[in-house]
C-alpha cells in the first residue's frame, strides 16, 4: 500500500471550477481539514473538520434578545424589539431596524422564541411571523395573575436563503409592556 | 386611550379571544414608530369602525 502525503487534493476537472471540490490543509495548519468549492489554487470554503467532527462554515445560527421592555398595548400583536445580539454567525439578523432574521443559506430552521409578560396581564399570544404573515402562534392563559410570566414557542420552518424572513410578535392581555429579556434564536438543521 | 380600549368601548361584548389568533379581530404594532393599528377585522356581525368612530371615544 502507498501513502500519499499532499496539502490539497482537488476532486473533479470539470472546466467550471464550481463544479469542482478541494478538500486542503490551511496554509497556517490548526488541526482542521477544509472542504472547498473550486480548483485547489483557490477553493472557497464551505465546511471544515476538527477533532469533534464536521463544521459547516456558513450555517447561520444566531440569539438576540430585547435589552429593554417593549411598549405594548393590551391586545395588539406587537413585534418584539430584540435589539442585542448574543450571537449571530452569519450577521443575517437585524438588531437595529427591523429586528428580523433573514438567513443567507437555504434549508430548514429550528426557530425558538421566549416571552416575558408583566404580573398584571392575564394571558399571552406568541407569533411567529414568516414574511409578514402569521405561521405559528401559542396562547397561554396565565395560571396566577401577580407575577411575571415566561412562555416559549418553538417551530421547524424552511426559508429560502434569499428573501424569506422571521420575526417574533406577542401580545399581552391587561398589561402595557412586553418584558425585557424576551428572546428569538434559531440555527439551520438542515441545508437545501 | 390605546385602540384596543376604544374598540372594545365602542363594543364591550367583545372579549379578549376576539384579539387572539383564531379570533375576528387582529390588532397589530410592528415598533416601528407608527402604532397601533387593524390589521384584520372578520368579525361575523360588528362592522369595522370607522376612522371618525375611533375618534370619537
Do not use: C
Not at chain 1, 6 to 23: E, M, P, R, Y
Not at chain 1, 71 to 83: C, E, M, Y
Not at chain 2, 11 to 21: E, G, I
Amino acid at each position: 500500500m502507498s501513502t500519499v502525503k499532499s496539502k490539497k487534493l482537488q476532486v473533479g476537472t470539470d472546466a467550471t471550477s464550481s463544479n469542482n471540490f478541494t478538500i486542503y490543509q490551511p496554509a497556517t495548519p490548526d488541526g482542521t481539514l477544509r472542504i472547498g468549492v473550486g480548483n485547489a489554487d483557490s477553493p472557497t470554503e464551505v465546511g471544515r473538520f476538527n477533532s469533534n467532527g464536521y463544521v459547516a462554515t456558513n450555517a447561520p445560527a444566531f440569539s438576540a434578545t430585547s435589552s429593554a421592555n417593549t411598549p405594548a398595548s393590551s391586545g395588539v400583536l406587537t413585534k418584539l424589539i430584540l435589539d442585542t445580539e448574543q450571537f449571530d454567525t452569519n450577521s443575517n439578523f437585524d438588531n437595529t431596524t427591523n429586528y428580523r432574521f433573514t438567513p443567507t443559506v437555504a434549508g430548514y430552521y429550528q426557530i425558538n422564541g421566549i416571552v416575558i409578560t408583566p404580573s398584571n396581564a392575564d394571558s399571552t399570544t406568541i407569533v411567529i411571523y414568516k414574511n409578514g404573515s402569521h405561521y405559528v402562534s401559542t396562547v397561554a392563559f396565565h395560571a396566577t395573575i401577580g407575577v411575571t410570566n415566561r412562555y416559549n414557542i418553538s417551530v421547524l420552518l424552511y426559508l429560502n436563503g434569499s428573501t424569506d424572513y422571521i420575526e417574533l410578535y406577542a401580545a399581552q392581555y391587561g398589561g402595557t409592556v412586553l418584558g425585557a429579556g424576551a428572546t428569538m434564536n434559531g440555527i439551520l438543521i438542515k441545508a437545501t | 386611550m390605546t385602540l384596543y380600549e376604544k374598540i372594545t368601548t365602542l363594543y364591550p361584548d367583545l372579549t379578549n379571544a376576539d384579539f387572539m389568533p383564531e379570533g375576528t379581530i387582529m390588532l397589530q404594532n410592528d415598533s416601528d414608530g407608527r402604532g397601533d393599528y387593524i390589521r384584520e377585522w372578520n368579525h361575523p356581525t360588528l362592522a369595522q369602525p370607522t376612522q371618525e368612530q375611533l375618534d370619537g371615544v
